[in-house]
């Protein structure tokens, strides 16, 4: 194959839609650097784009004059071509703007504005295409690489060149890559966030999402990746190399817990995954959905043969079978594995979650042990009559042959002839498969993840991802797709207030959770009631899993508060915090507003309701008693009123949390 020449780039200047684009080259540009700015709808959010004379193309972000990302590359090496030898060739811009409505999300209506700018760079054989977003609350961008003659085909990438550069001095909120298992490379998202250094993590991959903050500003920034399934591409981690080593200078690469020897092979033309930013003070970063919002007003999954089904068949494909609501979970306080073939203990479980108004139900590890059909489907006919849907725990690889489509699809077959309603998928990850194929983020799980969606849709089930990689905004395709787990959750019994603390400015950003919250802590010192009950506001979640027992529910303390919280959402307010420190945030369902708070330390602060509507209303405070640390099954309940006047000044003690459930007064 003949080597591609290196060719000087020609001047270009590009016109300018809405007075956000241009392409400059102007007597004060060094005739070998072009450079092109993109800016946000609102004008505070600011990308650069430069390419120079030998083709190496960067990128910069600023917010409000305050540099966000220093000079950054951009772009791939491959087999078939030498990218980093291009000559510019085209530029096009458009604005997208829009809304979509979420079935679930932190809100209820979710508006997408941005100015997106793609830049076209030939080399020998292939285009590369940079297609940069930014948004008001953001950047994002991603690329293609295809054939200049317009062939399909393959391509094989040897590595992403894509950088973030961190300022110097970034305070850093990250998860290291720390192998779970001792049979292998493994990984599950569950470690904590921990407050770095930005030049003090060389020889370290993080995961995605990482948080930092501009020093000595109130600048934030969210760096994580969206649009992976279906992208045929592998999952990235960040990583300074040996040459940034201790800069703050990160590149994304291959998620290392992964089974496959090579995984660069994709299809041409090629679409990678979005990278994206999310950029601001802390209220922006928290109540942003741009992970999601990059997928525009996208149509949802449908089979190739849509329109050979028939009319009530295409309907399986408007998703309004999806319920987002609560499930009861009774597996982390009821025994474990053992108990979960307990079909009549089950029974109580299933009158819980009719009692309480919830939808759900799920039965987890080891409801299928020495499993009798007569039984079950006298259980599920119970559920049934009881209104109640059954999620049934599977191991996304061991019950199905490590990937096996038509086992896949036998099995769920033979689930659904049951009535069974949706899976909880557990261990993509690989923690309890022998010598599988692959797992963690590599190309083939990233497709069994996809084929998992697409065979539960057709089936009319929802998926619970447990044991899996962070969301990537995919319940915009397959609305089915309502809970990742992901992150470090009660399960492990012995969390502390810091991780949870943590996890809302980062890992709770991106997408829903699976945390699993409970009333009752587990022991004494550990998260308190209130701190529990605000997780159960604070997570947002398609089906978030209660996780107590039966009786704690019916207790009046508790029982009208869980009766109230609800999974689908139809507004988000971030009210306070600080990373390490406290959390505090408002949801609102209907007419009735949640206000919850949790703290690593004791802290105290105020706030106002300013978000509240017109009109009065009836407010139950729920907050730790003063010997909470001590008494960790004491909570003092009490009512008054407030209106969007009212202000309040809280105190949490270590470990605490409080509640306030406003109702609107007729």
Known sequence: MKKPIKIMLACVCA????????????????????????TSPDGSVSVVIRSDAVGAVSYTVG????????????????????????EFEDSSEKRLKGSYENISGKHATVEYDCNELTLTFKAYEYYLDVVMRVYDD?????????????????????????????????????????????????????????????????????????????????????????????????????????????????????????????DGEVSAPFTSPWRVGIVGDMKTVVESELVEKVYDDVEHWKPDNYRELSETEQAIYDYEWVDADISAWNWVKNGGNSSQNDFEMQKKYVDLAHNMGWKYTTLDAGWNYN????????????????????????????????????????????????????????????????????????????????????????????????????????????????????IKGNESKGIDSATTVNSMFTRAVVGPTDFTPVV???????????????????????????????????????????????????????ISGEPDDY???????????????????????????????????????????DDATQNQLAIDKTVESATKDTEYTVAIKKNGGFVYHLKKQQ
């Open 138 to 262: 953001g950047y994002a961008f991603r690329y293609n690489i295809r054939a200049i003659d317009g062939d399909d085909g393959k391509i094989d990438i040897l590595s992403e060149n894509t950088e973030v550069a961190l300022p110097s001095g970034s305070t850093v909120w990250t998860q290291s890559y720390v192998s779970i298992y001792s049979k292998g490379e493994l990984f599950a998202y569950e470690n904590p966030y921990v407050r770095r250094s930005a030049n003090n993590l060389a020889g370290e991959k993080l995961s995605m999402p990482l948080l930092y903050k501009a020093k000595g500003t109130d600048v934030y920034s969210l760096v994580t990746e969206s649009g992976l399934i279906g992208s045929g591409f592998y999952g990235s981690f960040l990583e300074e190399n040996e040459q940034n080593a201790g800069s703050g200078k990160f590149g994304f690469v291959h998620n290392p817990a992964t089974a496959t020897d090579y």
């Open 15 to 38: 016109a300018t839609v809405c007075g956000c684009f241009a392409a400059c080259g102007s007597n004060e540009t060094p005739p070998d650097k072009y450079n092109w700015t993109v």
């Open 520 to 574: 009752l802590p587990f022991d004494l010192g550990s998260l308190t009631v209130g701190h529990q009950m605000a997780l159960s506001v604070l997570y947002e979640s398609g089906v978030p899993s209660l996780s107590d027992l039966d009786v704690t529910y019916a207790d009046e303390t508790y029982n009208e508060f869980f009766k109230s919280v609800k999974a689908l959402r139809d507004d988000t307010v971030f």
């Open 371 to 486: 499993f009798d059909p007569v039984k079950f489907r006298e259980f599920m006919q119970y559920a049934d009559g009881k209104g109640i849907k059954v999620l049934v725990w599977c191991d996304s690889l061991t019950d199905f042959a490590h990937g096996n489509e038509d086992v896949l699809k036998s099995r769920l077959d033979y689930w659904a002839d049951f009535g069974i309603d949706g899976i909880k998928i557990d261990f993509f990850d690989g923690q309890n498969a022998l010598n599988c194929p692959h797992r963690g983020e590599d190309k083939q799980t990233i497709k069994w993840y996809e084929t998992i969606f697409q065979e539960c849709a057709k089936r009319k089930m929802v998926v619970n991802c447990h044991g899996c990689n962070k969301p990537t905004g995919a319940r915009r395709i397959y609305p089915n797709v309502i809970n990742y787990e992901g």
């Open 583 to 625: 959390f505090c945030a408002a949801v609102r369902f209907g007419d009735e507003w949640f206000i919850a708070g949790i703290a690593a330390y004791d802290v105290e602060f105020s706030f106002d309701c300013s978000f509240l509507g017109d009109g009065a209303y009836s407010v139950t405070k729920f907050v730790d008693t």
């Open 63 to 86: 917010k409000n004059g305050t540099t966000v990302v220093e000079p950054s590359g951009l772009g791939f090496t491959i087999k078939q071509d030498d990218l980093r030898l291009t």
